[in-house]
């Protein structure tokens, strides 16, 4: 049966995809969806969009395989199931809140959607990870009508990775997905900063945890230095890498314990060079390509290449 889904955009033109064996498609009456849902800017693409606050919408249908797979992330619900998982991926890959309301037969009134409505805040370097690419028409007679133009080329191999014995030992199931998404939809910088730092801290504590006795006692920055080696920046870091990695760590100790980023012209810039640098990890983790759209490595001062 099919179920409505909230708050999904497609791509320009992009009319159905299917991931995981889910397969996605427009409503009927997308383009007034769409246009209901939260716009930060005013712009022309496939449709005019005004900027608007907007709101929660059902903006597709989507069909479960037979029979459904079961959930692969460690969902708190014991009945999630494989669509979770999608869901998951697509709110951080798509940078709004994507869900399904599943009827139980038992409810009779509407239910109240406490999901966010608004587009995330800082998700540019790894929504940009999935490129676009050239799909074919969907009708040979309406050549704007396309099937995928890259959600679903590259989503499919992010779920069956997650999917695999390896990665879910390798990352203890990946909740650090659940820590990530919820990151980019933080509206402030230094709360996504604070949840950013909470992710490298997850992430070194699972692929140490086999051999250290307590990960939790390393120093912060040595932790930093670690991720961006294992995910390969570098073979090494050099100082004046490392130096930089210092820098963060005095903002991410300012803020603990003062409640506020130490008093300097770059903190600011520095903090977001530290979001978008838990992007491009969390992008290797998931066997993706980074986007360098906001020249991630070069301003962290990784420009040298390895």
Not at 60 to 76: G, K, Y
Not at 92 to 113: H, K, M, N, S
Request: glycine fraction near 6%; charged fraction near 25%.
């Amino acid at each position: 049966m099919a179920l409505d889904v909230y708050n999904l955009q497609f791509r320009n033109r992009c009319c159905e995809m299917t991931i995981g064996g889910y397969r996605f498609e427009r409503a009927d009456d997308y383009a007034t969806q769409l246009l209901g849902l939260q716009h930060m800017v005013t712009g022309q693409s496939e449709f005019s969009i005004e900027a608007c606050t907007g709101a929660n919408r059902a903006t597709a249908r989507v069909t479960p395989p037979d029979p459904e797979p079961c959930a692969i992330l460690p969902w708190s619900n014991p009945d999630a199931a494989g669509l979770d998982d999608v869901l998951l991926l697509l709110s951080i890959f798509t940078g709004r809140q994507v869900f399904v309301l599943r009827d139980d037969g038992e409810t009779q009134t509407p239910p109240v959607l406490l999901a966010d409505p608004r587009q995330t805040m800082w998700g540019g370097v790894i929504q940009l990870s999935i490129p676009y690419e050239a799909s074919q028409p969907l009708d040979e007679n309406d050549p704007t009508s396309v099937s995928d133009d890259g959600l679903q080329a590259h989503l499919n191999p992010v779920y069956e990775l997650i999917g695999t014995d390896d990665w879910r030992d390798k990352y203890r199931g990946g909740y650090y997905l659940f820590l990530f998404r919820s990151m980019l939809q933080e509206r402030t910088i230094e709360s996504a900063f604070s949840q950013c730092w909470t992710i490298w801290e997850h992430l070194f504590s699972v692929l140490n945890d086999p051999w250290m006795a307590d990960p939790r006692k390393a120093d912060s920055a040595d932790k930093i230095a670690f991720l961006l080696v294992t995910h390969g920046v570098r073979e090494r870091l050099q100082e004046k890498e490392k130096k930089h990695i210092t820098d963060l760590t005095e903002i991410r100790n300012r803020l603990v314990h003062f409640g506020q980023f130490p008093e300097r012209s770059s903190v600011h810039d520095d903090a977001m060079l530290f979001i978008h640098m838990t992007q491009w990890i969390v992008a290797r983790t998931l066997a993706l390509q980074p986007s360098e759209a906001f020249d991630t490595l070069e301003r962290a001062g990784f420009d040298g290449g390895r």
